[in-house]
């Protein structure tokens, strides 16, 4: 079974500087996706950045990277320059290849200051 | 907006009682999952259609059930509710069933209908 780890449950960050979400995963297939979601206050969930198991380079979506490393089987979420929008809870979901479910993680709250 | 409609938005009934979610997918998708957001589970997956037919089950009580209908909307019916079924009930859409292709299959969200059970 899939199984995602979110370590850290809550974190403070000072606008402007950069972020790091930490999530490891655990799955036997070789072929599977990397997905990251943010939740506003407002409670809508919002897809963030994807990364695809065989993809060579690190994803990237404006301020938003995914530190890759298989091996580790860890895909970390590295926001730049934060603003005060950031403010959220995010999640790091998996699926592989051939399954149907995404699974998430228990999420990482990220409170930006001012 | 992301494209995929749930109503209604805020449900408040009494335990026992049963009612029904309901998720227009995005237009040309045909997967619909459904998902269940609590403070002490967390996202726990339900159910997924596609096209019309059950591909997927995950923590779904039995007093729960739903369904995809030939224009692809979904209901989810929960009934005998009890306190512990307040939640955050959110439909998700995708183009594909599972997870193959690069990106093809990224789960849009709807708003979520919160279901207050007193």
């Known amino acids: 079974a899939q199984k995602i780890t979110q370590t850290q449950p809550g974190m403070f960050v000072q606008e402007k500087e950069a972020v790091t979400l930490d999530c490891t995963y655990d799955?036997?297939?070789?072929?599977?996706?990397l997905f990251w979601y943010k939740q506003p206050s407002s409670g809508e969930m919002i897809f963030l950045i994807y990364?695809?198991?065989?993809?060579?380079q690190n994803a990237t979506e404006g301020r938003y990277s995914l530190n890759f490393q298989k091996a580790r089987k860890s895909a970390n979420l590295v926001i730049s320059a934060s603003q005060l929008g950031d403010s959220a809870m995010y999640f790091c979901?998996?699926?592989?290849?051939?399954?149907?479910?995404?699974?998430f993680g228990a999420g990482t709250t990220v409170t930006v200051r001012a | 907006d992301s494209g995929v409609t749930q109503t209604p938005k805020h449900l408040i009934t009494a335990t026992g009682q049963r009612v029904t979610l309901r998720c227009s997918p995005r237009?040309?998708?045909?997967?619909v999952y459904w998902y269940q957001q609590s403070l002490d589970q967390g996202l726990q997956f339900l159910i997924q259609?596609?096209?019309?037919?059950?591909?997927a089950k995950g923590n779904i009580l039995e007093r729960f059930s739903a369904q995809q209908f030939p224009d692809l909307h979904s209901e989810l019916n929960l009934s005998s509710l009890e306190l512990g079924d307040s939640a955050l009930y959110f439909c998700?859409?995708?183009?594909?069933?599972?997870?193959?292709?690069?990106?093809?299959?990224?789960?849009?969200f709807g708003a979520g209908s919160r279901l207050t059970v007193l």
């Open positions: 237009s040309g998708d045909l997967s």
């Open positions: 979901a998996m699926r592989n290849a051939n399954d149907y479910k995404l699974s």
């Open positions: 998700a859409s995708s183009w594909g069933a599972t997870g193959t292709g690069t990106g093809a299959n990224v789960l849009t």
């Open positions: 990364q695809g198991s065989y993809d060579q």
């Open positions: 259609y596609y096209n019309g037919e059950e591909r």
């Open positions: 799955t036997s297939d070789p072929s599977y996706g």
